[in-house]
């Protein structure tokens, strides 16, 4: 019967690691979701930069004013370089990046 019981305990206490270490790796995968979200949005604010900034371009030469469609450029620019803002976007601490959006 100890014998019994002490195999019982072992595969408790196995259980009990394991349980431990599965909900620290979720844990951790949650936070690296969390990163690659904040970068895809980084990547989808900067292509909706390119083309509005285009746009505003075109607008501009044929004479045809639009102050809204600035003023969304630069929440999103303040965004892609402070972090936050009213699109909450993440910085990327990569230099070369920072750099050329200064």
């Not at 979720?26 to 930069?49: E, H, L, P, W």
């Amino acid at each position: 019967m100890k014998k019994e019981q002490r195999r019982n305990l072992g595969e408790k206490i196995a259980q009990g690691i394991l349980l431990i270490v599965l909900i620290t790796l979720t844990i951790f995968m949650m936070s690296d979701v969390k990163k690659i979200q904040g970068n895809a949005r980084v990547i989808n604010y900067a292509g909706i930069i390119r083309g509005a900034t285009q746009r505003e371009i075109k607008l501009e030469i044929s004479g045809n004013e639009n102050d809204v469609l600035i003023k969304y450029l630069d929440d999103i620019f303040y965004g892609l370089t402070n972090g936050g803002g009213k699109y909450q976007l993440t910085t990327l601490n990569d230099q070369h990046y920072q750099k050329k959006l200064t």
